[in-house]
């Protein structure tokens, strides 16, 4: 009877060492990987700032040297872009007094260009040791927004920089307007290869069709209706059209971040802000400034009547202006998909925090869901039949594939593997290859973004958050990745996450990728000469305003650990 008593205590002593040891090894594994996600814990870490303190007299003579030093930094990047821009094929600039200048002397314009680049993003740099999170004393709203308006305003008149992609959508809008499909000919096709328009087209892009949204191409003939075949007053109505943008993003960043645990002021310095959304949304006139803003402000006017419900309060009734809400931000959201279709995931993650907010089962889910698609698809029907497009656009989403882009992770696996085999004297299967890897890229996007939904289902990310995440994947796991594509994970992140390690990340990658293209936004045609020259004379006028401020701007904080902030859904 003892030896039985004594074996059973043995094997309930066994059974409960089992357990403990198995508890404690999944802590150590889920501890592990949070820690290599750069994440605290469930959900996001954030810091909190109830009153934050205003800067005092030392720190606002610090903030006055940042902006000035910022806005001489924009004015010599206007001035390089005159003569260093992506200026059209026929350029308005080459006979105007001083003006037509900067075209004759290409080595000084990148030289200030590049200086100027240089100025905006340490400016910045310094900027964000005034707003990072945890920081005592932190600007108020209205000094961000000043210093925003003072960086931007010089190159509201620039020529485009870094990119031509903005004749693009001028000589698509001009053949809508000419009676052609932009979903089915291409630029050269649809006004004539020696059209102004279709000339300052990049020539990869002249004979494809229009990869963009039925509304965005619906508002470019607006523009074309105003600017017809002026360049110039078509690319500044264009870039007002990004201004809009710039300005829904400034306006629904604070208020995502309030939801979701953040200091709006951080969000705006590392959204809205950063020299990404500067050089190449401003200036470079891209409409992921529109598409981003319209998928944010869809985003907080969702959420506006939805209560904040803190874990184990009661949920209190639905109301009717919270439906309201819902379907008005939903309806925004898939105009920002009209211009660029990945705005439309946000949808998904709207509909998750709706189906929590009713109740989180699967049944609310389901229906949540529904409700999604049926505002989704309805809107846009109605934007695609107002546009009188038709459903072209729907088979031209992947035009931009036709670029090899090395920045997509999977295309340089895919170059890097054909390479090999053109190495191992295999034959040249370089666009089979790229194709199949792609694929798989495009699967694994796939199954992250319903892993991350569910998991924002099951309450383990803030919904902002998850869709940063997919976001990412969208970066990571794309065919085709641009500099400012960064910016769909940055900026809604920006909202989400203020854990140092995403912060230092995030801030690293939006100094160093803007240098990554050239003002120009194309080749230098063998000019190689002239980049030396310029990079040399750039060094050397930063080093000399350097010396200027020296001693004078603001050291970083210490920085100490994040607080938890659970958001409610």
Same mark, same amino acid.
């Given at each position: 009877?003892?030896?039985?008593?004594?074996t059973?205590?043995?094997?309930?002593?066994?059974?409960?060492w089992?357990?403990?040891a198995?508890r404690?090894l999944?802590?150590?594994?889920?501890?592990?990987?949070?820690?290599?996600?750069?994440?605290?814990?469930?959900?996001?870490?954030?810091?909190?700032?109830?009153?934050?303190v205003?800067?005092?007299a030392?720190?606002?003579?610090?903030?006055?040297?940042?902006?000035?030093?910022?806005?001489?930094?924009?004015?010599?990047?206007?001035?390089?872009?005159?003569?260093?821009?992506?200026?059209?094929?026929?350029?308005?600039?080459?006979?105007?007094?001083?003006?037509?200048?900067?075209?004759?002397?290409?080595t000084?314009?990148?030289?200030?260009?590049f200086?100027?680049?240089?100025?905006?993003?340490?400016?910045?740099?310094w900027?964000?040791?005034?707003?990072?999170?945890?920081?005592?004393r932190?600007?108020?709203?209205?000094?961000?927004?000043r210093?925003l308006?003072?960086?931007?305003v010089?190159?509201?008149?620039?020529?485009?920089?870094?990119?031509?992609?903005?004749?693009?959508?001028?000589?698509?809008?001009?053949?809508?307007?000419?009676?052609?499909?932009?979903?089915?000919?291409g630029?050269?096709?649809?006004?004539?290869?020696?059209?102004?328009?279709?000339?300052?087209?990049?020539?990869?892009w002249?004979?494809?069709?229009?990869?963009?949204?039925?509304?965005?191409?619906?508002?470019?003939?607006?523009?074309?209706?105003?600017?017809?075949?002026?360049?110039?007053?078509?690319?500044?109505?264009?870039?007002l059209l990004?201004?809009?943008?710039?300005?829904?993003?400034v306006?629904?960043?604070?208020?995502?971040?309030?939801?979701?645990?953040?200091?709006?002021?951080?969000?705006?310095?590392?959204?809205?802000?950063n020299?990404?959304?500067?050089?190449?949304?401003?200036?470079?006139?891209?409409?992921?400034?529109?598409?981003?803003?319209?998928?944010?402000?869809?985003?907080?006017?969702?959420?506006r009547?939805?209560?904040?419900?803190?874990?184990?309060?009661?949920?209190?009734?639905?109301?009717?202006?919270?439906?309201?809400?819902?379907?008005?931000?939903?309806?925004?959201?898939?105009?920002?998909?009209?211009?660029?279709?990945?705005?439309?995931?946000?949808?998904?993650?709207?509909?998750?925090?709706?189906a929590?907010?009713?109740?989180?089962?699967?049944?609310?889910?389901?229906l949540?869901?529904?409700?999604?698609?049926?505002?989704?698809?309805?809107?846009?029907?109605?934007?695609?039949?107002?546009?009188?497009?038709?459903?072209?656009?729907?088979?031209?989403?992947?035009?931009?594939?036709?670029?090899?882009?090395?920045?997509?992770p999977?295309?340089?696996?895919?170059?890097?593997?054909?390479?090999?085999?053109?190495?191992?004297q295999?034959?040249?299967?370089?666009n @089979?290859?790229?194709? %199949? +890897?792609?694929?798989? !890229? #495009? &699967?694994? =996007?796939?199954v992250? /973004?319903?892993?991350?939904?569910?998991?924002?289902?099951?309450?383990?990310?803030?919904?902002?958050?998850?869709?940063?995440?997919?976001?990412?994947?969208?970066?990571?796991?794309?065919?085709?990745?641009?500099?400012?594509?960064?910016?769909?994970?940055i900026?809604?992140?920006?909202?989400?996450?203020?854990?140092?390690r995403?912060?230092?990340?995030?801030?690293?990658?939006?100094a160093?990728?803007?240098?990554?293209?050239?003002?120009?936004?194309?080749?230098?045609?063998?000019r190689?000469?002239?980049?030396?020259? @310029?990079?040399a004379? %750039? +060094?050397?006028?930063? !080093? #000399? &305003?350097? =010396?200027?401020?020296? /001693?004078?701007?603001?050291?970083?904080?210490?920085?100490?650990?994040?607080?938890?902030?659970?958001?409610?859904?």
């Amino acid at each position: 009877m003892i030896r039985l008593t004594a074996t059973g205590g043995l094997t309930a002593l066994r059974a409960w060492w089992a357990r403990y040891a198995r508890r404690v090894l999944l802590a150590r594994m889920r501890r592990v990987a949070t820690r290599l996600a750069g994440r605290q814990g469930p959900p996001p870490a954030a810091f909190v700032e109830q009153t934050p303190v205003r800067l005092d007299a030392t720190e606002r003579r610090q903030l006055d040297r940042i902006r000035r030093f910022g806005t001489i930094g924009s004015l010599l990047l206007a001035c390089g872009g005159l003569g260093a821009g992506a200026s059209p094929v026929i350029n308005p600039m080459s006979g105007v007094p001083i003006l037509g200048l900067f075209p004759r002397i290409p080595t000084v314009a990148i030289a200030c260009a590049f200086a100027g680049m240089a100025m905006l993003v340490l400016a910045w740099l310094w900027l964000g040791r005034l707003v990072w999170p945890g920081r005592p004393r932190v600007l108020s709203r209205a000094q961000m927004d000043r210093t925003l308006v003072m960086w931007t305003v010089p190159l509201i008149l620039v020529p485009p920089m870094f990119s031509q992609d903005v004749y693009s959508y001028l000589a698509q809008s001009a053949a809508i307007a000419a009676g052609h499909d932009p979903y089915t000919v291409g630029a050269a096709a649809a006004l004539g290869p020696d059209d102004p328009l279709a000339r300052s087209v990049p020539t990869i892009w002249r004979e494809t069709p229009s990869p963009y949204g039925p509304l965005f191409l619906t508002v470019g003939r607006l523009v074309h209706a105003i600017a017809g075949t002026n360049i110039v007053v078509g690319v500044l109505l264009e870039r007002l059209l990004m201004l809009a943008g710039l300005a829904l993003m400034v306006w629904s960043l604070p208020r995502l971040a309030r939801r979701f645990g953040v200091p709006p002021i951080s969000a705006i310095w590392l959204g809205a802000a950063n020299p990404l959304v500067i050089f190449h949304l401003v200036v470079g006139v891209h409409n992921e400034a529109l598409a981003i803003g319209l998928m944010l402000a869809g985003f907080v006017i969702a959420l506006r009547r939805l209560p904040v419900v803190p874990p184990g309060d009661p949920v209190p009734p639905l109301a009717r202006h919270e439906l309201l809400g819902i379907l008005a931000g939903a309806t925004v959201i898939t105009m920002g998909g009209g211009v660029k279709v990945p705005a439309l995931a946000a949808l998904g993650f709207l509909g998750v925090m709706i189906a929590r907010r009713w109740g989180g089962t699967l049944r609310h889910l389901v229906l949540a869901a529904a409700g999604m698609l049926v505002v989704g698809a309805g809107v846009t029907a109605i934007i695609t039949a107002a546009s009188g497009l038709g459903w072209g656009w729907t088979t031209t989403l992947n035009g931009g594939t036709v670029v090899l882009s090395p920045l997509s992770p999977v295309t340089l696996i895919g170059l890097m593997a054909s390479g090999l085999g053109i190495l191992l004297q295999l034959g040249n299967h370089t666009n @089979a290859i790229v194709g %199949a +890897i792609r694929a798989v !890229g #495009l &699967l694994a =996007l796939g199954v992250t /973004g319903v892993v991350v939904l569910w998991r924002t289902y099951r309450g383990r990310y803030p919904a902002i958050y998850g869709l940063g995440l997919v976001m990412t994947g969208f970066v990571l796991l794309g065919p085709v990745v641009q500099p400012w594509y960064l910016l769909w994970p940055i900026v809604p992140l920006a909202t989400a996450v203020a854990t140092p390690r995403f912060r230092l990340i995030a801030t690293v990658a939006c100094a160093a990728v803007p240098f990554f293209t050239p003002p120009t936004g194309a080749p230098f045609d063998g000019r190689v000469y002239v980049l030396p020259e @310029a990079y040399a004379a %750039a +060094i050397v006028l930063c !080093g #000399l &305003l350097l =010396l200027l401020v020296r /001693g004078k701007l603001p050291e970083p904080e210490q920085r100490g650990r994040a607080v938890a902030v659970h958001s409610a859904p």
